[in-house]
């Protein structure tokens, strides 16, 4: 048996008995659809250097990511967050709620 074929009987699984509910595979698939961004990625969209973004990470001032296996990524919907909490309208007037520095026990 094909490796392909494989992942597909373990991908297609009925919505009865001991499965999971459709509902479940739903939002597992919607899950699976994050978009993830990696360090060169976020550097890249900034316009910033590797270096800086890992000095942003270090200090605790970038967006939330995640590690796996060593590897660090960031969630899309992570730093389309943390760009709205960056957002301003003018030099002393935030747009967006400091969720983010909130969330690190940032006070103003």
Known sequence: MKWTHRLAV???APATGDNPSSKEMQMHGEQLKTRHLTQRELADRWNKS???IERYRSDGVGPQYLKIGGKVMYRLEDIE??????LYESPNSRIAPTAANHMRGVTA
């Open 81 to 86: 967050q943390f760009e709205l909490d960056c």
């Open 10 to 12: 373990l991908i297609q």
């Open 50 to 52: 590797e270096a800086t």
